[in-house]
Structure formats: C-alpha cells, structure tokens
C-alpha cells in the first residue's frame, strides 16, 4: 500500500472490522489500519473521545467505544511507533477517560470489563520510558491503581482477570500504591481463599464432568498469586512485616498448605495427572510464604504450628522424593516430564528456605522434635540418595518415611563401585545443595541426640564424599559448599560414628576435615593470651571464638580416643595447640568461660597423650607439655584458694570457684594418662625447668597434688582440721576423688613415697582425710561387704608381684583405668548423695592403696622405717572408743594387707638389724613397724609370736630382742643414742629424717595394739561389779557410842564403835575389849597411820552408813590411794571395794572426759607405782594373792590404752628419770601381759 492512502476513519468501518474478525474485509482493513499514520490515529481518538462526550449517544456506548481504542492501540502502537504515540494528547485523554469510566463504581460490568482490556493492554505494552513513566505517573494520579485493585474484588472472572493483569504488568512501578495499607493485601488473600475449594472440585470432579471454567480460576489464582509475589519482593520490609504479622497471613497460610495437601492427594493417585498448575501454584505460594517467614518471626511461627507443618512437611519429602527418583535412580521411563521435575525442584527451594525461616521458633511449638527429627532423615537420605547414584527406586521412596534412614551398605558399595556424579553435576545443582546444606546445619543441631548418633555417620560419609568429588574437581576451595561443609564436619566431629569415617577417609582431604576445629581451638587459645587481667568482662565477639573454641576443644578429646582419627590429627598438626605461648597468667584466665576452655583444653590433651607411646613421647620431650601442665596446675591451686576466701569473706558467686576445681581435675587427668610410661611418671615427680635467669629448677607434681588433697594444711593456726575437712568435701570432692587416683598411679613410683616423707604432716593428714571420707552412711554399707570394697575400682593391685608396675611402652592404656573426664548428670536428690558416698569410698580406697604401695616399697622400706611414717600416719586412726569405729575399720583393713604382703620382710629386716651396732635406730623403728603390720596378724598365735609375748615367766619383756621388748626399751628406758654426737658423719637427707620422739611412737603403738583388746578388757571391767555384794545399811544399837583415836602425830580424831567394828575386822578386835586400848577412857592410839589417812578411812566408813550421800565424790586421787592403802591395812574390803570402783569408773569414762584425761591418768600411774607387788615379775596385777591386783589391773589397762598421753605425766616421767630397773621391768611386764591374746 502507497503511504497516500489511508484507511477509512469512521468508527462503523472500525467496529464492524472488530465485530467480523474473520471476514476478508475486515482482514484487509485491519491491515489497512495497522499501516496508518499517526495523524490518522490521532484522528480517530478525537472521533472516538468526541462520541465518549456525547453520554446520550445510544449507537456509540462506552463499551463499544473502549473496544474500538482496544483494536486502535493493538494494531497501530508496534513498538517502532510506541514512544511517539502515547504521547499524543488524544492518547492521553483516551486513557484518562478510560480511568474515569473505571472510577464508577456502578459501571456495567460489560463496559468494565472492555475498559479494563483496554487499561490492561496499554499496561502491558508500553515500555520504561520516559514518556511511559509519565504515561504511568498521570495513571497512578488519577487513582488508576486504587480501581483497579477495586475491580479485582468484583465477582464476575473476567473482569478480575484483566484488573490482575493490568497490576501484574506495572506492579513494580505501583508498588507503593498497592502495598500503602494491607486493604490490598486482605483482597488478594479474600479471593485467594477460593483455592481450596477449586482444587477440590478439581481432585473429585469426574471424567465426564465440564471442569474449564474451574481450571480457569485455577489459572487467575496463578496470576493473583504472581501479583502477591511481586508485591512482597518488591515491597518494603515494614510493609511485607506488617502484613505477615496480621491475622490475614495465617489465612494466606492455610490456603498454601491446602494446596500441599492437594498437591499429596495427588501424589497418591495411581493414575497420572497433569498438575502443572498446581506445582506452579505451589511454587507461587510457597515463594509468598518465604517471603513472609522471612519478614516476621511472628509469621514463622504460624507456618511451624503442627497443624500447618503436617500439611506441608510431606510436600517438601514428596518433592525430594520425585527429584531424586527422576535424578539418580536405575529407571528406564521417568515419573515426572521436564518442566514438572524443574517445578518440583523450585518447590523444594522454597520449602526449604521456609524449613530455615522457622527452626528458630520451632522449639515454641508441640511435637517439634518429631519435625526436626524426621527432616533430618530426609535431608540425610536425599544427600546419600544423591551422592550414591545410581540408586534403585525403592531407595527414594526412603525420603518421607518416618524415622528412617538408609542402610549404610548403600555407602559400602559406592565407595567400592566408584561414585557416579562429579564436580561438573554438584555445580548444576549448587544452588540447591546450598540449601540442603543450610537447612541440615539449622535442624541437625535441634534434633535429639540418638538420631543424631544414627545419623552421624551416613552424614560424614557424605560429607568426605563430596568434599572428594570436589577436590579431584578442583573445586573444593572456592565451592560455596566448603564452608557449609566445614561447619557440618565440625558439628559431626563431636560423634563417634562420624569420627570413625572421617577417620577413613584420603589424606588430600584430612586439612578440610579436621583443620577447622584444630584452628578453631587455637583460635580460642590466643583470644584468651591477647587479654589481660583487667579485662573483667568479654565483649560479645570475644565470647563467640571462647564458645568456638570449647566446643573445638570438646571434639578434639572425642576424636583423640579413637586410635585412626587421633593419628590424622597428628598429620595435621594438632601440636601446634600444645605451646606454653597459648596459656596466658592465671589471673587472665580467671572468668568462667575462659577456665571452662582451658579445662577442655587440659582434657583434650589428657586424651590425646592417652592414645599412644608415641604420642606421649612427643609430647613430653618435644612439645614442653609438662611445663605447660605444672604451670596451670600450680596457679589454679593457688588461685582456688584465694577465690575460697574470697567466697567465704564476700559471699561472692562460685562459679570462678568451680571452674578452677574443672581445670584442676583436667590437669589432674593429663597427668594420669601417663601412668604406664614409666619414664613419663618419674619425670612428674623429678621435672627439671630452665628459669629465666638460666638456672635449673626441679619442680614436682605431688606438692600440687597434697595440696589439692589437704586444702586444710596452709591453716596453720588450727589444731583440730576435722570441721574444716568435711566443709572442703562439701566442695571439693570431685577434684579430691581425681587427685587421690593420681596419687595412687605415682605411688608406683619410689620418688613419691620419698617425696611424701619429706614432710611429716603428710602421712597424718592422709591418715585424717581417709577417715573423714569413710565416716559416710553409704561407705559405711560398702565396706561391711569386703568383697565388694576390694572390687570396687580395684583393677591395679600390686602391678609388682606379677613382674612389672608399668605394661609395656607400646602398650595402650585402658581407658576404664584412668581419671574419668566430668560429665554433667541430673539426679534425685537421693541419687545424688548415693553417687556422693560412692565417689568419697572409692577417694579412700585409693589413698589406702596409695599408702599401702608406699609403706611395702622395697626402694623405700628403710627411708619409711626412720621416718616413722607408721607413727604418723596411723595417729588420726587411734580413736577411743575403737570398736565398731570407721577408724578401726580402716585400721584393720590397712594392717591386714599389710601383714600380708609384708610381714616377712619386715622381720626379716628386724631380725637383720639386731646385732648391728649401726643400726640401732633402724632395728627400733622397724620394731614399730612390726607392732602396727602385728594388727593384721589372723591369729592370736601369731598375734603373741610377732610381738614376742610368749616369753619365759622368769625373764622380763624389756631385756628381750623380741618386737614389744624393743618397744617396751624404747619406752621407759633413755637410749643413748637420743643424743646428738657432733661427729656424726651426715648421710642422705631422707636418710636423715628421724624423729627425736621415739618414746612417742613406741607409745602410740602399744596404744594401738590395746585398742584391739578393748571389747575383753571392757568385758572383763564389767565382770568386776557383777561379783560383788554392795554394802548394807547398818541399825546403831547406840548412836552415841563414839570412840576418839590419836595418831603418832598426836591428833585426835573420832569414830562410832558399832560402824568401824562392823567395816573393819582389825577396829572390830581392837574394840572388842580383849585390847587395854578398848578399856581405857582416853583415846586410843593407832600407830604407823598417818592422821589424813585414817581420817578418811573414818569418813568412808561413816559415809556407808548414810542415806542419798555419794561415797568418795570429790575425793582425789592422792586420797584414793591413800585409802585404798589403809583400806588394805584394817582389813576393810568394802571400803576397798569401794575405792577399787571409783577407779573403775573413773577409766571408764576417761574417754569422754577429755579435759580431765591427763588428770586421771596421772592418778592411774601414780596408784599403780603406789599400789604394784614388788615381788611379782607384772606387778602384781595378774595375782591371786595380792591385794591390789584389780585396781593395779584395771588402771594399767587405762594407762597402756593411753600411752601416748600416759608417757607425758609427771609420775611415768618420774618413773622413767628414776631408773629403778624392777620397777620398769615390772610396768614392762605388766603391760605385755595384758596385751597377750
């Protein structure tokens, strides 16, 4: 056609071209039509604008009108023309009246529906230029958008149909109108809710059943939806957050999970379905939803309810499902088409992303750890699935079932078949690994614990198989899934099964594995060497790399116990983190976080120095861990104490207290895994440190350990620590418990027992503390069963005997063996002091084994013996009463193993050291040692052969060699050898340690030794009343008849003849009157008696006779024994009776006075030197004859039970300074022939 002609303008010709699409004219005149010019357009607007004017005209209607703009702009606005015709003001005010027929709310729907044709063509035709941008900006000001969203409302389809359109086309550029206030928001959700019922009539309609017009709507929901999305992507986030969290949303969110729960239906049919729409209406809904979880927790918090997650939880496995059944199994014909496993693969996305919008809150709502757990099977199985391809089906159907994960063999037979995928494959599904990567970090952390121990390894061999398919890619540097990766490795190195797979696999990626926690870890360690005391509190980054590191730190010992991964740890380095560089002061260190690191730390390294010899060697000859070890110990020993007074002063919070007793205990373990290597444990105890100023000092372990054992012992000031220990075992128990094990390990050792006897409080505070642990309910009940005590932890004893106290060095340890590591348990209060009283036996089995190791040691037997380390341990053990006593429980166990193991020995040693003049000292303190280990002797024939109190009866004990001879010199006689000689060649410090008091400890061994006769002597004490007849009332025939007596000292004293005559047979013959004495008026005189004494005897004598009148209350001892001597003389037995039981009873209750204790037993001493036969060889005190063989009997008997204090009176002193050989020997013998069983 020539440019001269032009089409006829007149607007019937136009109309009846719209009107008869398919006729020839009409098809030439839309050509025509099409190639006008724009003066002609121009032209027929104004035509069509001047009928719009005229609103009576009944041939040219707005509808009619709209039509013929529609056909106008289609076919003459190409796009080479576009630019230049909308801006034609006849275009302009085309489209302004169009606005304003839509601003009419009572408009025809005919007229609106051709009006929103036109405005939705327009809309979607032009471009973003700047005449359009005007175009559109004179749109949105004349309220264009507002009734088009107005229109969207309306009930007839196709009117809501183009108003969606005519949004969707500029729906950036409106943005603002549409997201202004949630009015818009509210009518799209309004219509949306029409869905459900839509697809339900799509999923039950039959086959003969006309469903267009619903797969119509189906398809405008798809448009809304389209809309919704771009609103919420383009929207602002306050606006897309306050429309998430109104009560709209949680419609919104209804609607899309009746959509995933149609989407399931269909997914059950056995038939196939086109459900194209559908998934892309899942899709569309899923990607608003996201947007939303996104914006608002509160919104992810709906989406989680378990209402809504069990509708579309099952969508997001059904869809994993298909892909990977689509993907990677051995099928000939797949189940989806193309486009429809694309649209799954987009709908996983977004529920995924969705699945990582709500684990934060998911803990807020019911059965949330059934999601979290069933998710992670489903991420689990669909990795495996994927990196095992090819699969066969009935392995993807796995996804979605619940709980169930797939068999491990599936990982055996990749890894020897070869691996189907490659790097090229991960990076076409990069995106979607991301997520899944993503989403398993979020939820594997909320899953229960024994999902993820199932788990842990499917996961790892995932991991290290893509981290392999990416190496030889050479991708795995710069793949987005490294660090995803590497986070889940260091998550998963936390378990066992994961370890062991780690374990196995190539060495080119053992840095990707198990670098990250290494470096991690030493992050943590040089945050920590970077502060300084005066940082009080961390700062919130601080603490993140502290938390890293601990947990770094955590994985670290768990990996270490298994022999493969601690080998792969040792080709990365893993010493790197042993440097005395990495432990800064102990004052820096003091926050509770930071010693919860360093505990970690110092079990990590206790595990790993565990493992092998060739570690420990490494680690202690080129690392410096022992330095590093004593450094921390000693501070945090220092330290704790000073926080214990601090507590005790401030009432501060304990949480820095307890986390130095963590690190302690973690020290205390590291030390531990040692106690095979010989080598190792002799240079705990002898570790030689280069100072600063170039000088060598030798440090050792044990004082740290005593004093972590005896926290009491810097006190100096107490005497009685008993109040002070239980309080410390309120607090301290654990470390105690640890300390006390590791004690047991070094006693091994010949170093520790000569180190322990360096000091002399050692022993007794050992000896104290082992006390104190048994006086316990629970350890009480343990060790009433012997054999249950013995077994308890009992899996080292007397490593000598059988060859060897250290296996082999290329032996392993037995874990079992070693210093437990600290758990956290939740108990009953019950349990808890059952769990208390079994760790408070098991430390006093171990400091009993510990010393009994020390006492039988062949290196230190001599050293032990001059020490008198027997003395001085067994004093706390020395208790009155002794039967049935935690003491004599212990005592009894210590001394009969002792007795066992070493009793030959000792004698032998005894027997050696009798004809050596210079080993005189020696023989008497190895006599000590035999008289505590005579304890444990199972019989009293041995009981009396060790002692040697089967002597002659002519022969007296102190001029023996036998053990109690020996003893019985050491106590009453004044060696010469006490005295210093200045000539004395000095030998060996240990050598030298002698104690000057062997009176003492010949003393408290013969306490020790009476104690076990304590329940006969009590027996025979009782016996003693039981055979007496109490004196009876006596009626004065003459009350007035009273006799006056003179002494020698010429005073006068009287008496009533009927009462001395009945007490006394001697009084009753002197007054009988045969005597001139008895006739004569005056007084009569008693000679050889001293006034005080027969004064009261008198007194007694009258006193009998009285009523409510204690006899002999406040009478002293002297006066005791003067009475019972002229008692003796006037033949007056119950007088002496009487005395004998105040005796009696004063040595019974000795043991609760203790305040008057020395005073009766001076009394004692005194009455037995008073009272003893000088004839008979013991004193009297076993004669049928003598008169005071009871009361000398039953005050030896108090007198040998409390030697130790006995041996200080002024009267044994006296005695002893004396010399009087017969007087000795008796008390000598007279003492052995109480103790003879």
Known sequence: MSQTQQPDTSLRTIYSALRNTNSTKSIQYRATLAEASTLTIDHILRRVLGYAKQSENKEWPPYRLVQILTLVFSLCFNSDRMRERIGLASFKASLRWAIELLSDSNLDSITARHTLKFVCTVLESIDNSAVSKSLLSDFKNRQGVKHLIRWLQHEELSIQFYSLRALNAQCMYFIDELTQSLDVYNSVVSIMANIPSVLEILLTAGPDRDISQHESQLKQHLQLCQLFKSMSK????????????????????????????????????????????????????????????????????????????????????????????????????????????????????????????????????????????????????????????????????????????????????????????????????????????????????????????????????????????????????????????????????????????????????????????????????????????????????????????????????????????????????????????????????????????????????????????????????QYHLFPI??????????????????????????????????????????????????????????????????????????????????????????????????????????????????????????????????????????????????????????????????????????????????????????????????TTTFAEDSELKDEEACSATQCANYLKRSIIRMFISHENIQINILADVFTNFFRPMIQHPSTGTICSRWRHMICDELFEKRMTNFQRLYEFTDNTDEAIKLHDFTAV?????????????????????????????????????????????????????????????????????????????????????????????????????????????????IVTFVTDDHHRITGHRQLLSAQSPIFEALLSGDYAESQSTDAIPIRDVSFHSLELFINAVHQLNQENVNVLDSTSWLDIVELLKISDRFGSTVVKDLCEDWVIEKAKHIVFDKGRRMECLEGMMGLYRQCRDPIEKDAGISSDTWPFATVLRESLKAIVQYMSESCQTQAFLKMVKEKNIEELDAFCDGAASLLRK
């Open 234 to 621: 383009h929207s602002s986030t306050e606006k897309l957050r306050e429309f998430a969290d109104s009560v709209v949303f949680r419609q919104l969110a209804q609607v899309w999970c009746s959509v995933c729960q149609y989407e399931h239906h269909l997914s059950m049919r056995e038939e196939a379905s086109d459900t194209k729409s559908q998934q892309k209406l899942l899709y569309l809904l899923g990607s608003i939803v996201h947007s939303c979880t996104t914006a608002s927790r509160k919104a992810a918090s709906c989406v989680s309810e378990e209402q809504l997650r069990a509708k579309w939880q099952p969508v997001l496995a059904l869809a994993m499902q298909r892909w990977i059944y689509d993907t990677c199994c051995t099928m000939n014909t797949p189940i989806c088409t193309a486009e429809s496993l694309k649209l799954y693969r987009l709908i996983m996305c977004k529920m995924l992303q969705i699945s990582l919008d709500i684990a934060p809150v998911l803990q807020h709502h019911m059965y949330w750890l059934d999601y979290v757990d069933q998710a992670v099977c489903d991420l689990i199985n669909f990795t495996m699935a994927y990196v095992s391809q090819p699969i066969l089906p009935e392995h993807a159907t796995t996804i979605g079932k619940p709980n169930i994960v797939l068999h491990t063999n599936l990982c055996i037979d990749v890894e020897e078949r070869d691996y189907q995928f490659d790097a090229k494959m991960l990076q076409e599904n990069q995106d979607l690994f991301v997520l899944i990567l993503e989403s398993l970090i979020r939820h594997i952390q909320l899953a229960s614990n024994a999902l993820i121990e199932l788990v842990a390894g499917r996961a790892a061999w995932c991991l290290k198989s893509i981290a392999t398919i990416l190496f030889y890619g050479e991708e795995l540097a710069s793949s987005p899934l490294r660090s995803r990766m590497m986070k889940l490795n260091i998550f998963f190195l936390h378990y066992g099964g994961a370890i062991e797979v780690f374990a196995n696999s190539t060495t080119n990626i053992s840095p990707f594995i198990w670098g990250p926690t290494i470096d991690l870890a030493k992050q943590g360690l040089l945050t920590a060497t970077n502060l300084s005391a005066e940082d009080t509190e961390l700062n919130a980054e601080v603490s993140t790399i502290i938390y890293k590191a601990k947990r770094a730190l955590v994985s670290l010992e768990k990996i270490s116990s298994y022999h493969r991964a601690c080998e792969r740890l040792v080709d990365c380095d893993v010493f790197q983190l042993v440097d005395i560089d990495l432990v800064p002061e102990g004052r820096v260190i003091e926050k509770t976080s930071l010693l919860t690191m360093y505990a970690q730390y110092g079990r990590f390294l206790a595990v790993l120095s565990r493992r092998t010899a060739f570690v420990r060697t490494k680690l202690r000859d």
């Open 629 to 822: 070890t004593l450094k921390l110990l000693e501070e945090a020993v220092e330290l704790k104490e000073k926080q214990r007074l601090a507590i005790a002063e401030n009432s501060i919070d304990d949480h820095i207290y307890k986390g130095w007793n963590q690190l302690i205990s973690s020290c205390l373990m590291l030390v531990s895994s040692f106690q095979y290597d010989e080598t190792s444990m002799t240079k705990w105890l002898c570790c030689k440190q280069e100072q600063k100023d170039g000088k060598e000092q030798v440090t050792s372990v044990l004082p740290l350990l005593l004093a972590i054992l005896f926290p009491w012992k810097s006190d100096q000031q107490k005497e009685d620590h008993t109040p002070d220990i239980y309080k410390y075992l309120n607090s301290d128990l654990g470390v105690m418990k640890k300390a006390a094990q590791l004690l047991d390990q070094l006693s091994y050792n010949y170093l520790c027992g000569r180190q322990m006897v360096k000091d002399t409080t050692t022993l007794s505070n050992l000896s104290r503390l082992i006390v104190c642990l048994a006086e316990n309910e629970q350890s009480l009940k343990s060790i009433d069963d012997a054999e249950q005590f013995e077994a308890m932890n009992n899996h080292r004893i007397d490593r000598e005997e059988r060859g060897s106290s250290y296996p082999k060095d290329d032996e392993e340890s037995d874990p079992s063996s070693t210093i437990e590591s600290e």
């Open 929 to 1041: 040692a035999v008289g505590y280990l005579a304890m444990g002797a199972p019989s009293s024939d041995e009981w009396n052969n060790v002692l040697g109190l089967t002597t002659s009866k002519d022969q007296s004990i102190a001029t023996t060699r036998n053990v109690f001879g020996i003893l019985c010199q050491m106590l009453v006689f004044e060696l010469e050898y006490e005295e210093e000689d200045e000539k004395m060649v000095e030998v060996d410090d240990l050598l030298g340690l002698i104690t000057p008091l062997r009176r003492h400890a010949a003393a408290q061994v013969i306490e020790a030794l009476s104690l076990e006769l304590e329940v006969v002597w009590l027996t025979e004490t009782n016996s003693i009343k039981e055979k007496r007849d109490n004196a009876s009332y006596i009626s004065l025939v003459n009350p007035l008849d």
